[in-house]
């Protein structure tokens, strides 16, 4: 199985600032990596697939990026919303495998 | 709207079953594959299984002894069946609608399960 390897596992910032979230594969997954958001008492959201293609409705600070083995998420201008839970996940084969996590904090 | 519900039994005794309904709206379970995940506190979120539209089953080779995946189309739900628990398998238990090749692009908001004697 391929195995993700998703860093940091914790990041504080405030409103308006720009972060980052890595994700590392084992193994070369070309474009195939996805980012959701976890967020308590809400549904998992899709937020990028196919490493830099927006799903719907996700807002345009959000971007993606990487192939390979390594990706990047990108959050710009944080709005309050955004602080919460973010995954990776390798969509390149099955099994479909998750990174563990970065918490995003308010500062 | 497109919407996933799971419902379940949220106690369960270890080597007891798990049964959990995922029930769906808004789209048509034949035109999408659906998808099993968990998330425990010991291994994070795993990839279980899925059904295809055309009603086979895929299962990760972790669950493959032990999980069952089904659906009922003219009751829009898809069922989960797990035997032998064990208490690491406490967690919490996600449908998900498969958008493309592996990508989640709707989920349920989870059942969460205890196996707890």
């Known amino acids: 199985d391929v195995q993700m390897t998703q860093s940091p596992s914790n990041l504080a910032a405030s409103p308006g600032e720009s972060v980052s979230i890595n994700c590392k594969a084992s193994?070369?997954?070309?474009?195939?990596l996805a980012w959701y958001q976890q967020k308590p008492g809400k549904a998992n959201k899709l937020l990028i697939y196919s490493g830099s293609t927006l799903q719907s409705g996700t807002p345009s600070r959000f971007s993606g990026s990487g192939s390979g083995t390594d990706f990047t998420l990108t959050i710009r201008n944080l709005e309050p919303e955004d602080f919460g839970l973010y995954y990776c996940?390798?969509?390149?084969?099955?099994?479909?495998?998750f990174g563990a996590g970065t918490k995003l904090e308010l500062k | 709207q497109v919407q996933l519900k799971e419902t379940g039994p949220g106690l369960v005794q270890p080597t007891q079953t798990l049964s959990i309904t995922c029930t769906v709206s808004?789209?048509?379970?034949?035109?999408?594959?659906m998808q099993w995940v968990r998330q425990t506190p010991g291994k994070g979120l795993e990839w279980m299984g899925f059904i295809r539209s055309g009603g086979s089953t895929e299962y990760n080779s972790e669950f493959k002894s032990r999980l069952s995946i089904s659906r009922d189309t003219s009751k829009n739900q898809v069922f989960l069946k797990m035997n032998s628990l064990k208490t690491e398998d406490t967690g919490v238990y996600y449908c998900a609608r498969d958008f493309r090749r592996g990508v989640m692009d709707a989920w349920g908001q989870g059942a969460s399960v205890t196996v707890s004697s």
């Open positions: 996940q390798q969509h390149n084969e099955y099994p479909p495998t």
């Open positions: 193994k070369s997954i070309s474009k195939y």
């Open positions: 808004g789209f048509s379970l034949t035109s999408y594959y």
